[in-house]
T-cell receptor, first 113, second 114 residues
Framework: GENVEQHPSTLSVQEGDSAVIKCTYSDSASNYFPWYKQELGKRPQLIIDIRSNVGEKKDQRIAVTLNKTAKHFSLHITETQPEDSAVYFCAASQRGGGNKLTFGTGTQLKVEL | NAGVTQTPKFQVLKTGQSMTLQCAQDMNHEYMSWYRQDPGMGLRLIHYSVGAGITDQGEVPNGYNVSRSTTEDFPLRLLSAAPSQTSVYFC?????????????FGPGTRLTVL
C-alpha cells in the first residue's frame, strides 16, 4: 500500500517568514495530493490540493508543488501569520480501491511574533 | 445543513466494554470513512463505505466493525474496547466518487479506554 512520509515534524518560523513542509510518497499510481490544516482541538480542514497532471498550484499565500518523478510534494506558506500556527498533514490518494487517503504524520507549525 | 456530525464528543470506557460511535451527514454524500488519530502517527483509515450497504477495511480495521444501512449514517462499533484504542476518532464524508472530491471531517470523538 501507499506510504507517505512528512518532514519536518515541527517547524518554528518568525512572523512574515516562509514555511515549507515536504512529503514523499511511495506509490507511483497516486494521483491526488491534498493538504489539511488542523488547529488545536479542531477537525482537519482541506486548505489546498493538487492533481498529478499539475506541477504547481497557488492560492493566495499558500502553494503546493509536485514532482512526480521524485515522488514528492511540498507545501509553501509565504508571509506567515500567527493564525497559520497549526498542524499540517499531507496525504496521497489514487483512483480505485475506494479512493483511500493515506496521511503523513503531520507537521506542527509555530509562527512566532 | 449541519455537515458531518459525531456523537459523543468524549467517552471513557473500561477495558472489555463495547460502544458505538455515531456519525451522520446531511449532504447526501456517498463516501464515508472513519479515521483514528494518534500522536505522531497522523490519521489512519479504519473502515470506509462507498455507499449504503457497502463497506470495506482500511489500514487499521482490527477491533472495529461498521455498517452502512442508510446514506446518512455510518456508525463505528468497538466490540471489546482495549487501551490501544484510546484515540481521537474522526468521521469523514465526500460527495462524489472521484479521488479529488473534497473530504469533510466531523468534529471528532475523544475516546479513552482504561
Amino acid at each position: 500500500g501507499e506510504n507517505v512520509e512528512q518532514h519536518p515534524s515541527t517547524l518554528s518560523v518568525q512572523e512574515g517568514d516562509s514555511a515549507v513542509i515536504k512529503c514523499t510518497y511511495s506509490d507511483s499510481a497516486s494521483n491526488y495530493f491534498p493538504w489539511y490544516k488542523q488547529e488545536l482541538g479542531k477537525r482537519p480542514q482541506l486548505i489546498i490540493d493538487i492533481r498529478s497532471n499539475v506541477g504547481e498550484k497557488k492560492d493566495q499565500r499558500i502553494a503546493v508543488t509536485l514532482n512526480k518523478t521524485a515522488k514528492h510534494f511540498s507545501l509553501h506558506i509565504t508571509e506567515t501569520q500567527p493564525e497559520d500556527s497549526a498542524v499540517y498533514f499531507c496525504a496521497a490518494s489514487q483512483r480505485g480501491g475506494g479512493n483511500k487517503l493515506t496521511f503523513g504524520t503531520g507537521t506542527q507549525l509555530k509562527v512566532e511574533l | 445543513n449541519a455537515g458531518v456530525t459525531q456523537t459523543p464528543k468524549f467517552q471513557v470506557l473500561k477495558t472489555g466494554q463495547s460502544m458505538t460511535l455515531q456519525c451522520a451527514q446531511d449532504m447526501n454524500h456517498e463516501y464515508m470513512s472513519w479515521y483514528r488519530q494518534d500522536p505522531g502517527m497522523g490519521l489512519r483509515l479504519i473502515h470506509y463505505s462507498v455507499g449504503a450497504g457497502i463497506t470495506d477495511q482500511g489500514e487499521v480495521p482490527n477491533g472495529y466493525n461498521v455498517s452502512r444501512s442508510t446514506t446518512e449514517d455510518f456508525p463505528l462499533r468497538l466490540l471489546s474496547a482495549a487501551p490501544s484504542q484510546t484515540s481521537v476518532y474522526f468521521c469523514a464524508s465526500k460527495g462524489g466518487r472521484e479521488v479529488w472530491d473534497t473530504q469533510y471531517f466531523g468534529p471528532g470523538t475523544r475516546l479513552t479506554v482504561l
